[in-house]
């Protein structure tokens, strides 16, 4: 991969990884509901899941969807369906706690590398990584870099969305104020959904 071309994609690596999105929105909330300690399966998770997606679309999944879109489609209603669930659990979390007395329990590693394949934000980032920045004659070589980039990348702005919601823990003892916050967390989950929810509606 070109330098010009590299130096690009980790600007847009680190921009894909780091915004807002449905991950981001859920480490908040599993930060603030169980701290960094116990999110970080969920860290985890995302970190591995992400680039294993990236990397075996990029080796011929994306043909499958291509060939039968139907597959394609069924995993986005799922994926939406599963965030409406997840938005509803968030929205009704109860008052934060300390540790094993946290209300529900957090995200495990399998469950937030599954959850990769139904996040519509996930696709996106797949989908444009792979267009815009692997170079045909060496395609092999420039989905691995950027697969390893993503991997390096990943989980440190993971580890920054998991820790601000822990930095908020100690002003959301208040219970209004926690369900306030939970209701924020849900709706901006919901929000993220309304790319995925009009590509459907379009298409």
């Not at 999110?39 to 060939?67: D, E, K, S």
């Given at each position: 991969m070109p330098l010009d071309l590299l130096l690009a994609f980790l600007g847009f690596a680190f921009a894909s990884s780091v915004t807002p999105g449905p991950n981001n929105m859920m480490l908040v909330a599993s930060g603030v509901n169980f701290g960094v300690r116990r999110t970080l399966p969920h860290v985890a998770g995302i970190n591995v899941g992400f680039p294993v997606m990236l990397l075996l679309t990029g080796l011929g999944l994306g043909q499958v969807f291509h060939r039968y879109p139907a597959i394609y489609f069924v995993m986005k209603v799922v994926g939406i369906l599963y965030m409406l669930w997840l938005a509803s659990r968030?929205?009704?979390?109860?008052p934060v706690k300390e540790g094993q007395d946290a209300v529900g329990k957090p995200m495990t590693f399998w469950q937030a590398a599954?959850?990769?394949?139904?996040?519509?934000?996930?696709?996106?980032m797949v989908m444009g990584a792979i267009a815009a920045y692997t170079v045909p004659e060496n395609y092999i070589g420039s989905l691995l870099i950027i697969t390893a980039v993503y991997a390096l990348v990943g989980t440190p702005g993971s580890l920054v969305w998991a820790m601000f919601g822990a930095a908020l823990r100690n002003g959301l003892r208040d219970p209004v104020k926690v369900r306030w916050f939970n209701l924020a967390m849900a709706t901006l989950l919901l929000l993220s959904l309304y790319p995925a929810v009009m590509d459907l509606i379009t298409h």
């Amino acid at each position: 991969m070109p330098l010009d071309l590299l130096l690009a994609f980790l600007g847009f690596a680190f921009a894909s990884s780091v915004t807002p999105g449905p991950n981001n929105m859920m480490l908040v909330a599993s930060g603030v509901n169980f701290g960094v300690r116990r999110t970080l399966p969920h860290v985890a998770g995302i970190n591995v899941g992400f680039p294993v997606m990236l990397l075996l679309t990029g080796l011929g999944l994306g043909q499958v969807f291509h060939r039968y879109p139907a597959i394609y489609f069924v995993m986005k209603v799922v994926g939406i369906l599963y965030m409406l669930w997840l938005a509803s659990r968030i929205a009704t979390s109860g008052p934060v706690k300390e540790g094993q007395d946290a209300v529900g329990k957090p995200m495990t590693f399998w469950q937030a590398a599954a959850f990769q394949w139904v996040n519509p934000k996930a696709w996106a980032m797949v989908m444009g990584a792979i267009a815009a920045y692997t170079v045909p004659e060496n395609y092999i070589g420039s989905l691995l870099i950027i697969t390893a980039v993503y991997a390096l990348v990943g989980t440190p702005g993971s580890l920054v969305w998991a820790m601000f919601g822990a930095a908020l823990r100690n002003g959301l003892r208040d219970p209004v104020k926690v369900r306030w916050f939970n209701l924020a967390m849900a709706t901006l989950l919901l929000l993220s959904l309304y790319p995925a929810v009009m590509d459907l509606i379009t298409h």
